[in-house]
Protein backbone atom coordinates (compact mmCIF):
# COMPACT_ATOMS: atom_id res chain seq x y z
CA UNK A 1 0.00 0.00 0.00
CA UNK A 2 1.56 3.50 -0.77
CA UNK A 3 -0.57 5.22 1.69
CA UNK A 4 0.04 9.19 1.23
CA UNK A 5 0.93 8.86 -2.38
CA UNK A 6 -0.52 11.21 -5.29
CA UNK A 7 -3.06 9.46 -7.06
CA UNK A 8 -1.82 8.85 -10.94
CA UNK A 9 -2.84 11.12 -13.51
CA UNK A 10 -5.87 9.36 -15.18
CA UNK A 11 -7.56 9.31 -11.85
CA UNK A 12 -7.23 12.98 -11.28
CA UNK A 13 -8.87 13.99 -14.90
CA UNK A 14 -11.74 11.29 -13.97
CA UNK A 15 -12.57 13.63 -10.75
CA UNK A 16 -12.42 16.59 -12.03
CA UNK A 17 -14.82 15.52 -14.85
CA UNK A 18 -17.02 13.81 -12.08
CA UNK A 19 -16.82 16.90 -10.09
CA UNK A 20 -17.85 19.12 -13.28
CA UNK A 21 -20.71 17.36 -13.79
CA UNK A 22 -21.76 17.09 -10.70
CA UNK A 23 -21.33 20.80 -10.23
CA UNK A 24 -23.28 21.42 -13.64
CA UNK A 25 -26.73 18.79 -12.26
CA UNK A 26 -26.61 20.95 -9.24
CA UNK A 27 -26.72 24.58 -11.01
CA UNK A 28 -28.94 23.03 -13.48
CA UNK A 29 -31.47 21.83 -10.65
CA UNK A 30 -31.11 24.94 -8.50
CA UNK A 31 -31.65 27.29 -12.13
CA UNK A 32 -34.33 24.81 -12.89
CA UNK A 33 -36.71 24.07 -9.67
CA UNK A 34 -35.44 27.32 -7.47
CA UNK A 35 -34.33 29.98 -9.51
CA UNK A 36 -36.80 30.21 -12.37
CA UNK A 37 -39.81 29.40 -10.14
CA UNK A 38 -39.03 32.05 -7.95
CA UNK A 39 -38.37 34.91 -10.89
CA UNK A 40 -41.81 33.71 -12.14
CA UNK A 41 -43.87 33.61 -8.74
CA UNK A 42 -47.06 36.30 -9.39
CA UNK A 43 -46.98 36.13 -12.85
CA UNK A 44 -49.62 34.53 -13.74
CA UNK A 45 -48.98 34.70 -17.67
CA UNK A 46 -47.64 32.08 -19.41
CA UNK A 47 -44.58 30.43 -17.71
CA UNK A 48 -41.52 28.70 -18.86
CA UNK A 49 -43.66 25.02 -19.75
CA UNK A 50 -46.36 27.35 -21.49
CA UNK A 51 -43.67 29.47 -23.49
CA UNK A 52 -42.22 26.45 -25.04
CA UNK A 53 -45.29 24.89 -26.01
CA UNK A 54 -46.52 27.82 -27.61
CA UNK A 55 -43.32 28.22 -29.57
CA UNK A 56 -42.97 24.97 -31.04
CA UNK A 57 -47.14 25.45 -31.61
CA UNK A 58 -47.88 22.60 -28.90
CA UNK A 59 -51.84 23.16 -27.34
CA UNK A 60 -51.06 23.71 -23.72
CA UNK A 61 -53.14 23.82 -20.67
CA UNK A 62 -50.68 24.97 -18.10
CA UNK A 63 -51.99 28.56 -18.29
CA UNK A 64 -55.32 27.63 -17.36
CA UNK A 65 -53.69 25.92 -14.23
CA UNK A 66 -52.12 28.70 -13.15
CA UNK A 67 -54.84 31.18 -13.03
CA UNK A 68 -56.66 27.92 -11.07
CA UNK A 69 -54.13 28.02 -8.54
CA UNK A 70 -54.60 32.11 -7.60
CA UNK A 71 -57.27 32.86 -5.16
CA UNK A 72 -60.24 33.89 -7.60
CA UNK A 73 -61.31 32.64 -11.12
CA UNK A 74 -61.03 34.93 -13.51
CA UNK A 75 -64.37 34.62 -14.71
CA UNK A 76 -67.52 33.24 -13.85
CA UNK A 77 -68.44 32.01 -17.46
CA UNK A 78 -68.08 28.90 -18.33
CA UNK A 79 -68.39 27.56 -21.96
CA UNK A 80 -70.48 24.51 -20.98
CA UNK A 81 -72.99 22.79 -23.16
CA UNK A 82 -75.82 24.70 -21.50
CA UNK A 83 -74.19 28.39 -22.28
CA UNK A 84 -73.53 27.45 -25.63
CA UNK A 85 -77.49 26.52 -26.11
CA UNK A 86 -78.49 29.21 -24.06
CA UNK A 87 -76.89 31.25 -26.80
CA UNK A 88 -77.95 29.66 -29.32
CA UNK A 89 -81.50 30.02 -28.68
CA UNK A 90 -81.43 33.65 -27.86
CA UNK A 91 -83.74 36.17 -29.35
CA UNK A 92 -82.43 38.71 -31.18
CA UNK A 93 -85.87 40.93 -31.42
CA UNK A 94 -86.16 41.13 -27.12
CA UNK A 95 -82.33 41.93 -27.31
CA UNK A 96 -83.34 44.74 -29.36
CA UNK A 97 -86.37 46.08 -27.02
CA UNK A 98 -83.83 46.03 -24.35
CA UNK A 99 -80.91 47.48 -25.87
CA UNK A 100 -83.36 50.42 -26.77
CA UNK A 101 -84.34 50.66 -23.20
CA UNK A 102 -81.04 50.91 -21.79
CA UNK A 103 -78.18 50.94 -23.83
CA UNK A 104 -78.67 52.52 -26.75
CA UNK A 105 -78.01 56.00 -25.72
CA UNK A 106 -74.00 54.76 -25.21
CA UNK A 107 -73.41 51.92 -27.70
CA UNK A 108 -75.59 53.73 -30.30
CA UNK A 109 -78.83 52.39 -31.79
CA UNK A 110 -77.05 51.05 -34.49
CA UNK A 111 -74.23 49.13 -32.13
CA UNK A 112 -71.91 51.81 -33.60
CA UNK A 113 -70.70 54.67 -31.21
CA UNK A 114 -69.35 57.77 -32.15
CA UNK A 115 -67.76 58.32 -28.62
CA UNK A 116 -64.47 56.97 -28.79
CA UNK A 117 -64.56 55.53 -25.29
CA UNK A 118 -67.95 53.60 -25.94
CA UNK A 119 -66.81 50.12 -27.59
CA UNK A 120 -68.87 49.33 -31.13
CA UNK A 121 -71.02 46.20 -30.71
CA UNK A 122 -72.43 45.63 -34.27
CA UNK A 123 -71.30 42.02 -35.37
CA UNK A 124 -69.45 41.34 -32.68
CA UNK A 125 -69.53 37.67 -31.83
CA UNK A 126 -72.36 36.86 -29.26
CA UNK A 127 -70.40 35.05 -27.07
CA UNK A 128 -67.97 37.58 -26.31
CA UNK A 129 -70.97 40.46 -25.52
CA UNK A 130 -72.60 37.43 -23.32
CA UNK A 131 -69.07 36.79 -21.53
CA UNK A 132 -68.23 40.46 -20.99
CA UNK A 133 -72.04 41.06 -19.51
CA UNK A 134 -71.34 38.43 -17.06
CA UNK A 135 -68.00 39.21 -15.97
CA UNK A 136 -69.67 43.16 -15.68
CA UNK A 137 -72.31 42.07 -13.42
CA UNK A 138 -70.21 39.75 -11.26
CA UNK A 139 -67.49 42.46 -10.51
CA UNK A 140 -65.25 40.50 -12.44
CA UNK A 141 -64.76 42.78 -14.53
CA UNK A 142 -64.52 46.46 -13.41
CA UNK A 143 -68.07 46.90 -13.22
CA UNK A 144 -67.39 50.93 -12.45
CA UNK A 145 -70.00 52.23 -15.61
CA UNK A 146 -71.49 49.19 -16.92
CA UNK A 147 -72.80 47.31 -13.71
CA UNK A 148 -75.61 49.19 -13.11
CA UNK A 149 -76.91 48.54 -16.60
CA UNK A 150 -76.66 44.35 -16.21
CA UNK A 151 -77.21 44.21 -12.20
CA UNK A 152 -81.11 43.79 -12.69
CA UNK A 153 -80.85 41.81 -16.07
CA UNK A 154 -81.15 37.90 -16.54
CA UNK A 155 -78.95 35.21 -18.31
CA UNK A 156 -81.45 35.19 -20.63
CA UNK A 157 -81.67 38.83 -21.37
CA UNK A 158 -77.84 39.15 -21.40
CA UNK A 159 -77.63 36.65 -24.02
CA UNK A 160 -80.94 38.48 -25.89
CA UNK A 161 -79.02 41.30 -26.15
CA UNK A 162 -75.70 39.43 -27.34
CA UNK A 163 -77.68 37.88 -29.58
CA UNK A 164 -79.18 41.43 -31.04
CA UNK A 165 -75.48 43.37 -31.42
CA UNK A 166 -73.91 40.20 -32.94
CA UNK A 167 -76.47 40.18 -35.59
CA UNK A 168 -76.50 43.82 -36.46
CA UNK A 169 -74.69 44.81 -39.88
CA UNK A 170 -71.74 47.34 -40.24
CA UNK A 171 -72.07 50.09 -42.03
CA UNK A 172 -69.17 50.22 -43.55
CA UNK A 173 -68.95 53.84 -43.11
CA UNK A 174 -69.14 53.93 -39.46
CA UNK A 175 -66.91 51.36 -38.23
CA UNK A 176 -64.16 51.70 -41.18
CA UNK A 177 -64.67 55.85 -40.43
CA UNK A 178 -60.59 55.30 -39.32
CA UNK A 179 -59.36 54.33 -42.47
CA UNK A 180 -59.15 57.21 -44.36
CA UNK A 181 -57.00 59.36 -42.00
CA UNK A 182 -54.91 55.40 -41.38
CA UNK A 183 -50.67 55.72 -41.86
CA UNK A 184 -49.58 52.69 -43.79
CA UNK A 185 -49.35 49.88 -41.67
CA UNK A 186 -45.88 49.05 -40.46
CA UNK A 187 -44.14 45.31 -41.14
CA UNK A 188 -43.59 44.92 -37.15
CA UNK A 189 -47.68 45.53 -36.50
CA UNK A 190 -48.48 42.65 -39.47
CA UNK A 191 -45.83 40.45 -38.13
CA UNK A 192 -46.98 40.32 -34.89
CA UNK A 193 -50.82 40.02 -36.00
CA UNK A 194 -50.24 37.33 -38.55
CA UNK A 195 -47.17 35.62 -36.10
CA UNK A 196 -46.63 37.02 -33.38
CA UNK A 197 -43.53 36.54 -31.44
CA UNK A 198 -42.82 33.41 -30.11
CA UNK A 199 -39.55 34.72 -28.40
CA UNK A 200 -41.68 36.55 -26.07
CA UNK A 201 -44.45 34.18 -26.10
CA UNK A 202 -47.08 36.60 -28.12
CA UNK A 203 -48.84 34.08 -30.08
CA UNK A 204 -50.32 35.62 -33.49
CA UNK A 205 -53.26 37.51 -32.84
CA UNK A 206 -55.12 35.96 -36.01
CA UNK A 207 -54.67 33.18 -34.20
CA UNK A 208 -57.06 33.70 -31.36
CA UNK A 209 -59.28 36.98 -33.16
CA UNK A 210 -59.20 35.45 -36.19
CA UNK A 211 -59.42 34.83 -39.30
CA UNK A 212 -56.89 32.33 -38.95
CA UNK A 213 -58.57 30.39 -35.50
CA UNK A 214 -61.37 31.76 -32.92
CA UNK A 215 -60.48 30.70 -29.41
CA UNK A 216 -63.66 30.76 -26.87
CA UNK A 217 -65.52 34.32 -26.74
CA UNK A 218 -62.40 35.89 -28.31
CA UNK A 219 -63.55 39.34 -29.46
CA UNK A 220 -63.86 40.77 -33.12
CA UNK A 221 -61.36 43.14 -33.18
CA UNK A 222 -61.93 44.74 -36.61
CA UNK A 223 -63.39 47.93 -36.54
CA UNK A 224 -63.43 48.67 -32.78
CA UNK A 225 -63.12 51.95 -31.91
CA UNK A 226 -58.78 52.65 -31.90
CA UNK A 227 -59.10 54.37 -28.39
CA UNK A 228 -60.93 51.57 -26.89
CA UNK A 229 -58.68 48.94 -28.27
CA UNK A 230 -55.91 50.80 -26.72
CA UNK A 231 -57.33 51.33 -23.45
CA UNK A 232 -58.07 48.01 -22.76
CA UNK A 233 -54.66 46.51 -23.90
CA UNK A 234 -53.09 48.74 -21.16
CA UNK A 235 -55.76 47.53 -19.03
CA UNK A 236 -55.03 43.67 -19.59
CA UNK A 237 -51.11 44.27 -19.67
CA UNK A 238 -51.29 46.33 -16.17
CA UNK A 239 -54.03 43.81 -14.97
CA UNK A 240 -56.49 46.22 -14.36
CA UNK A 241 -58.44 44.43 -16.52
CA UNK A 242 -57.97 40.26 -15.30
CA UNK A 243 -61.29 38.81 -16.83
CA UNK A 244 -59.71 36.64 -19.69
CA UNK A 245 -60.14 33.20 -18.72
CA UNK A 246 -56.13 31.64 -18.44
CA UNK A 247 -54.85 34.98 -18.45
CA UNK A 248 -54.24 34.27 -22.24
CA UNK A 249 -54.69 37.84 -23.02
CA UNK A 250 -52.78 39.28 -20.04
CA UNK A 251 -49.95 37.43 -20.97
CA UNK A 252 -50.02 38.84 -24.30
CA UNK A 253 -50.60 42.67 -23.70
CA UNK A 254 -47.96 42.77 -20.75
CA UNK A 255 -45.53 41.93 -23.34
CA UNK A 256 -46.16 44.43 -25.86
CA UNK A 257 -44.84 47.91 -25.90
CA UNK A 258 -46.65 50.87 -25.67
CA UNK A 259 -45.25 51.36 -29.54
CA UNK A 260 -46.76 48.02 -30.44
CA UNK A 261 -50.02 48.92 -28.61
CA UNK A 262 -50.38 51.82 -30.21
CA UNK A 263 -49.62 50.38 -33.94
CA UNK A 264 -52.37 47.45 -33.12
CA UNK A 265 -54.97 49.18 -32.36
CA UNK A 266 -54.68 51.68 -35.41
CA UNK A 267 -54.32 48.77 -37.49
CA UNK A 268 -57.63 46.51 -36.05
CA UNK A 269 -59.70 50.12 -36.04
CA UNK A 270 -59.15 50.42 -39.71
CA UNK A 271 -59.26 46.68 -40.57
CA UNK A 272 -62.34 46.07 -42.53
CA UNK A 273 -65.42 44.43 -39.99
CA UNK A 274 -67.90 43.58 -42.86
CA UNK A 275 -66.90 39.92 -43.48
CA UNK A 276 -69.17 36.74 -42.71
CA UNK A 277 -70.60 36.12 -39.53
CA UNK A 278 -69.38 32.60 -39.34
CA UNK A 279 -67.23 33.58 -36.21
CA UNK A 280 -70.15 33.38 -34.06
CA UNK A 281 -70.31 29.79 -34.85
CA UNK A 282 -66.63 29.23 -34.35
CA UNK A 283 -66.53 30.70 -31.14
CA UNK A 284 -69.50 27.97 -30.19
CA UNK A 285 -67.44 24.93 -30.91
CA UNK A 286 -65.32 25.12 -27.84
C1 LIG B 1 -73.42 55.14 -19.69
C2 LIG B 1 -72.99 54.56 -20.93
C3 LIG B 1 -73.23 53.07 -21.14
C4 LIG B 1 -74.44 52.40 -21.14
C5 LIG B 1 -75.82 52.96 -20.90
C6 LIG B 1 -74.12 51.02 -21.49
N1 LIG B 1 -72.77 50.88 -21.68
FE1 LIG B 1 -71.81 49.20 -22.25
N2 LIG B 1 -70.03 50.11 -22.02
C7 LIG B 1 -69.84 51.43 -21.67
C8 LIG B 1 -68.41 51.68 -21.51
C9 LIG B 1 -67.77 53.02 -21.11
C10 LIG B 1 -67.77 50.47 -21.77
C11 LIG B 1 -66.26 50.20 -21.74
C12 LIG B 1 -65.86 49.41 -20.55
C13 LIG B 1 -65.77 50.23 -19.31
O1 LIG B 1 -65.09 51.24 -19.32
O2 LIG B 1 -66.43 49.87 -18.31
C14 LIG B 1 -68.81 49.50 -22.08
C15 LIG B 1 -68.54 48.19 -22.43
C16 LIG B 1 -69.51 47.31 -22.88
C17 LIG B 1 -69.22 45.99 -23.41
C18 LIG B 1 -67.86 45.33 -23.56
C19 LIG B 1 -67.44 45.35 -25.00
C20 LIG B 1 -66.08 44.74 -25.25
O3 LIG B 1 -65.87 44.20 -26.36
O4 LIG B 1 -65.22 44.79 -24.39
C21 LIG B 1 -70.43 45.44 -23.75
C22 LIG B 1 -70.66 44.07 -24.37
C23 LIG B 1 -71.45 46.41 -23.44
N3 LIG B 1 -70.86 47.52 -22.91
C24 LIG B 1 -72.81 46.21 -23.63
C25 LIG B 1 -73.81 47.05 -23.11
C26 LIG B 1 -75.20 46.70 -23.02
C27 LIG B 1 -75.81 45.41 -23.55
C28 LIG B 1 -75.84 47.75 -22.39
C29 LIG B 1 -77.29 47.82 -21.96
C30 LIG B 1 -77.75 46.81 -21.06
C31 LIG B 1 -74.83 48.77 -22.14
N4 LIG B 1 -73.60 48.30 -22.57
C32 LIG B 1 -75.07 50.01 -21.59
C33 LIG B 1 -70.84 52.37 -21.53
C34 LIG B 1 -72.19 52.11 -21.46
C1 LIG C 1 -54.41 32.80 -27.14
C2 LIG C 1 -55.49 33.52 -27.79
C3 LIG C 1 -55.28 35.01 -27.99
C4 LIG C 1 -54.26 35.64 -28.64
C5 LIG C 1 -53.05 35.01 -29.32
C6 LIG C 1 -54.57 37.05 -28.61
N1 LIG C 1 -55.75 37.25 -27.95
FE1 LIG C 1 -56.60 39.04 -27.55
N2 LIG C 1 -58.06 38.13 -26.47
C7 LIG C 1 -58.22 36.76 -26.35
C8 LIG C 1 -59.40 36.48 -25.56
C9 LIG C 1 -59.96 35.11 -25.22
C10 LIG C 1 -59.95 37.73 -25.21
C11 LIG C 1 -61.20 37.98 -24.37
C12 LIG C 1 -60.81 38.08 -22.93
C13 LIG C 1 -62.03 38.09 -22.04
O1 LIG C 1 -62.69 37.05 -21.95
O2 LIG C 1 -62.33 39.13 -21.45
C14 LIG C 1 -59.08 38.75 -25.80
C15 LIG C 1 -59.29 40.11 -25.68
C16 LIG C 1 -58.58 41.07 -26.37
C17 LIG C 1 -58.88 42.49 -26.35
C18 LIG C 1 -60.02 43.19 -25.64
C19 LIG C 1 -61.08 43.55 -26.65
C20 LIG C 1 -62.45 43.84 -26.14
O3 LIG C 1 -63.35 44.07 -26.98
O4 LIG C 1 -62.69 43.84 -24.95
C21 LIG C 1 -57.96 43.09 -27.19
C22 LIG C 1 -57.87 44.56 -27.53
C23 LIG C 1 -57.10 42.05 -27.71
N3 LIG C 1 -57.50 40.84 -27.19
C24 LIG C 1 -56.07 42.26 -28.63
C25 LIG C 1 -55.17 41.27 -29.05
C26 LIG C 1 -54.01 41.54 -29.87
C27 LIG C 1 -53.65 42.89 -30.46
C28 LIG C 1 -53.35 40.35 -30.01
C29 LIG C 1 -52.04 40.07 -30.73
C30 LIG C 1 -50.88 40.81 -30.23
C31 LIG C 1 -54.12 39.35 -29.29
N4 LIG C 1 -55.21 39.95 -28.72
C32 LIG C 1 -53.77 38.02 -29.20
C33 LIG C 1 -57.41 35.80 -26.88
C34 LIG C 1 -56.22 36.04 -27.54
Request: glycine share 12%; with cysteine.
Amino acid sequence: MTTGSRPPPRDRRFAVWIGSIAALLVAATAAGFVWLPAVQAGRDGPGLWDAICSAIGLPSRGARAVAVAGAEPASNVAWTAATQQLLAGANPGRGAALAAASCNGCHGPAGVSDDAIFPNLARQSRASIYKQLQDFKSGRRDPAVMGAYVAALSDGDLSDLAAHYAGLPVPGTARGQGQAQQAPVDAATLRLVDHGDPMRGIAACAACHGPMGFTAAAPRLEGQQRAYLEVQLEALASGARHNDIGAQMRGIARQLTAREISGLAAYYAAAPAGETDSRSKSTRTK
